[in-house]
Structures are given as structure tokens and as C-alpha cells.
């Protein structure tokens, strides 16, 4: 038995010596950058074009309105989703009720919005003008 015990305290030293020479030869240390010549640069935000964030919008607000419990089958207008920009219902394909102008959103029929996005009841895009 006592034989045994000076056996493994030898192991250990020589497997701790091993470990430490490894760290100390093998492995790379880490230096803080000292070049500050070079500018840094901030990434670039990304600027969505306006059809984009309309399209965005839109998507978000048929996610609210289905939760909402409303019935998308009769192609309902969701709204104004942008500047210059309505969501509507509408069927995929189109049927000639959708081109009605009494079913199209009172924004864009009365003026106030130039553009839609037409979605259908499954929240795809059909369009976008």
C-alpha cells in the first residue's frame, strides 16, 4: 500500500507540470488591439423602402385582427398601415367583387392613401401597388 500512494502523488505532479507546460507554451494569448488608426465603422442600418414597410405592417396587422377574431372570407380592409398606404382583404385568384370599388378601403377610395396591399384570407400576398 505504501508504494501505491507515492505512485499516484508522482502521477499527479506530472500530469499538473504537463498541463501547466501546455498552457504555457501552447496556447495563444489574448492581446487587446493597440492600432486605433484604423476608424471604426458601425454597421449599416438597414432602411426599408417604403412598399417594404408597408408590406411589414400589413402582415403584422392581419396577425392582429386574426387574433382578434375577425372574419377575413368577405375581404374586409384592415387599414391604414403606412403614410400613403391601406391593407385589404381580397380573394386569391381575384374575382371581379374585389375590383368593386365599394370593396376597396374607404383611405385609397376617397384619396387619402395612393397604395395598397392586398392580402387573402391566409394572410398571403396576392399584391402590392
Known amino acids: 500500500m505504501k508504494i501505491k500512494l507515492p505512485a499516484v502523488l508522482v502521477a499527479t505532479i506530472i500530469a499538473v507540470f504537463l498541463l501547466l507546460a501546455y498552457l504555457a507554451f501552447f496556447q495563444k494569448k489574448a492581446v487587446a488591439p493597440t492600432d486605433f488608426t484604423v476608424p471604426a465603422t458601425s454597421p449599416q ?4 423602402k417604403p412598399e417594404d414597410e ?12 386574426k387574433q382578434e377574431g375577425v372574419d377575413f372570407t368577405f375581404g374586409p380592409c384592415l387599414g391604414k398601415i403606412a403614410d400613403d398606404w391601406v391593407a385589404d382583404i ?7 367583387v374585389d375590383d368593386k370599388r365599394e370593396n376597396q378601403c374607404a ?3 376617397e384619396g387619402r392613401a395612393h397604395h ?3 392580402l387573402d384570407p391566409e394572410g398571403n400576398l396576392i399584391r402590392s401597388m
Open 54 to 65: 408597408a408590406l411589414k405592417n400589413a402582415l403584422n396587422l392581419y396577425i392582429t385582427k
Open 107 to 109: 383611405d385609397f377610395r
Open 90 to 96: 381580397a380573394h386569391n385568384p381575384r374575382q371581379p
Open 45 to 48: 442600418v438597414s432602411v426599408l
Open 116 to 118: 395598397f396591399i392586398e
